[in-house]
């Protein structure tokens, strides 16, 4: 392993129970910071309802570490904003965010809205799929934020079981992480090779960092933002932390090869300024009859940092948008 990864790993790698709730919410409250977490969710009215509920009980009821939690429903055909609203979540359409800006599907598209409907100085991010959601992901998360300045953006990591036919395998998950992300990064940018989860869901970071760079569309959000971070505060302001294990729902071996397309076509546009744009993959089914090709849309594209968003300041200083 290179030694400047060696030593980031070593000074960058946190613990979630390194962290005190009750320490922190006293580094908040004389820091005057604000924290927001963002769920965006599609579909997910299994999960979400539960999730919301337990950061509530937690962290807004309990300890008063959370100072808003939205949900940003990415157009659900399901009962989530429903579900997301009772447990106690503010709710936002994802199409009801900048309507101005046009409609883009796809993740990173939810978290780039959310920088415009939230006021948190900190924001924190995590999945809406989260089976048995622990509410010291968002502690952990916060932990390095709120303890060392020079700490800009958090990413989670975890173990990862699957979820088989066989029932729950300790290990697995992250496919895309180890089949497409690891390699790339290692190959592209190995001063980042030092992330265990790169991918994750769970992350968290400064207002301040994440309204000054792109957010790649769909599943290119998370490549996106580590490499462009990096790229604008240097390797040092990013860390990870400890989370334990993480479970979710998790998507098929196909719809999995389409999320790595996107990660690609994100690497690629980093790299070699291509890849943004128009770009197809071509999986294959067997019918009947025959093998059919089957061809998916897997490029992605790239909405500007939310500062150069106009009106962002101003709902920024209105506080909460509608
Ligand atoms: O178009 C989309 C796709 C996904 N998601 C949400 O983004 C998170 C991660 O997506 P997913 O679970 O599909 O990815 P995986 O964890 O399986 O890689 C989940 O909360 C999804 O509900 C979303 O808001 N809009
Ligand atoms: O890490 C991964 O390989 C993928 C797929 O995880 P699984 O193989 O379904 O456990 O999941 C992550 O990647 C997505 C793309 O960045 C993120 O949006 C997801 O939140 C994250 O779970």
Redesign the pocket.
């Known amino acids: 392993m290179r030694t400047d990864v060696a030593h980031w790993l070593h000074h960058r790698t946190f613990r979630a129970s390194d962290y005190d709730p009750h320490r922190l919410l006293e580094q908040k409250r004389c820091q005057g910071s604000t924290v927001s977490v963002v769920l965006p969710a599609l579909d997910e009215e299994r999960t979400v309802g539960a999730i919301v509920a337990a950061l509530r009980r937690d962290l807004v009821d309990g300890v008063p570490l959370v100072d808003e939690v939205v949900v940003v429903d990415s157009g659900s055909t399901d009962r989530t904003a429903g579900v997301a609203g009772a447990a106690g979540a503010r709710v936002v359409h994802v199409d009801d965010v900048l309507p101005e800006h046009g409609h883009v599907p796809g ?1 990173g598209e939810a978290l780039w809205k959310s920088l415009y409907v939230t006021s948190g100085d900190l924001l924190v991010f995590l ?1 809406s ?1 989260l089976v048995g959601f622990d509410p010291t992901f968002v502690v952990g998360l916060l932990g390095p934020l709120l303890t060392d300045p020079a700490i800009g953006y958090v990413k989670g990591l975890y173990d ?1 079981p ?1 979820d088989t036919h066989d029932g729950l395998v300790p290990t ?10 690891r390699p790339l990064l290692n190959a592209l940018w190995p001063h980042l090779s030092g992330f265990v ?6 992350y968290a970071g400064r207002r301040e960092l994440l309204e000054q760079v792109p957010f790649v569309s769909h ?5 996106g933002l580590l490499v462009d971070l990096a790229d604008l505060a240097g390797i040092d302001a990013l860390a990870q932390v400890d989370l334990g294990t ?1 479970r ?4 098929s071996d196909a719809a ?1 090869g389409r ?2 397309g ?2 690609l076509q994100t690497a690629l546009a980093r790299c070699w300024g291509i890849g943004v744009g128009e770009d197809t993959l071509v999986q294959y089914v067997r019918t009947e009859a025959e093998i059919e090709a089957v061809t998916w849309e897997v490029g992605v594209r790239e909405r500007p940092p939310m500062r150069s968003v106009p009106g962002y300041r101003g709902a920024r200083a209105r506080g909460r948008v509608r």
């Open positions: 993740k999945d799929d990862r699957v697995g998950g992250g496919r895309v992480t180890e089949l497409t992300a989860q790169p991918l994750s869901g769970e599943y290119g959000v998370e490549l993480r979710h729902s998790h998507q999995l999320m790595a996107q990660v």
